[in-house]
C-alpha cells in the first residue's frame, strides 16, 4: 500500500497554474525526485502535496500509521498539525526557515519533543545528543546556537530537528543548494544512510540532476507545471525520452 496517492492534483495562482494534472504514488522507504528549472513548478507542487498551499484541483490521499486513507484536503488544520507533528517532517533550503536561530542545538532537536509530550529534561537532552551524533555535528556544540554553524551543519541540524520524533514522510525542497560540492556530497551521504536506517519515504526537489540520481529511486521532470516525464531515476537520466528532458541531461554533460 502506498503512503502517499496523489491524483490529478493543481495549484493555480489567479489564472495562472503553478502545477496541474499530477498523478503519482509514493511508497515507504522510497525517495522521489522532483526535477526541473526555475520556474518549472516543482516547489509549488511540493508545498501543494504538503498542504502549505492548498490544491485547487485533484486530490492528496496519506495513509496513517494506523492505516487509515486521508483526504488531505478535508482534513482540519488542527489535524493537519497533528501531522507535522508527528508524521512529517519538512527540510527547508533556507535552513532559518526551518530552525530557531536563536535557540541552541540541542533545544532545536529537543523542541519537537517536547511537543509531543515528552517533560524529562535529561531524557530530552540525551536524545538531542544522540541526534546530533547521528547528523555528525559534535556533542561538544549541543548548547551553541545555529548562528555559530556552518551551511552544512546548520543543514544536519535541521535534518535532525526533523528526524528525532521519527516521522514517516519528509519533504524536502532544495536541501543542497548553495552549499559547496564537497559539503553537498556528504549530507547527501547522510541523507541516504538515514533514509535506508529509518524506512522514510521522501520527497525532494531539487534542480540537480546528479543530487537526484545519487538520492533517488524515481524521478519526475516538470515542465511549465506539468510533469512531462517519469519513472526510475537511472532510467530517466540515462535514456530520457521527453525533448526537454533530454535537454537538461545534455546541458549537464556539456556543462
Partial sequence: MPILEVSNLGHRYGDRYGCREVTFDLWPGEVLAIVGESGSGKSTLLKTISQRLNPTEGTVRYWATDGTPLDLSSQTEGEIRRLWRTEWGFVHQNSEDGLRMRVSAGGNVGEPLMANGLRHYGKIREKALEW?????????????????????????????????????????????????????????????????DLGLAV????????????ISHRTLVMKDGRVIESGLTDRVLDDPQAPYTQLLVSSILQG
Fill in 203 to 214: 520527497i525532494i526537489v531539487t534542480h540537480d540532476l546528479a543530487v537526484a540520481r545519487m
Fill in 132 to 196: 546530533l551524533e547521528r547528523v555528525e555535528i559534535p556533542s561538544s556544540r549541543v548548547d551553541d546556537p545555529p548562528t555559530s554553524f556552518s551551511g552544512g551543519m546548520r543543514q544536519r541540524l535541521q535534518i535532525a530537528r526533523n528526524l528525532v520524533v521519527s516521522p514517516r514522510l519528509v519533504f524536502m525542497d532544495e536541501p543542497t543548494s548553495g552549499l559547496d560540492v564537497s559539503v553537498q556530497a556528504r549530507l547527501l551521504d547522510l541523507i541516504r544512510s538515514l533514509v535506508s
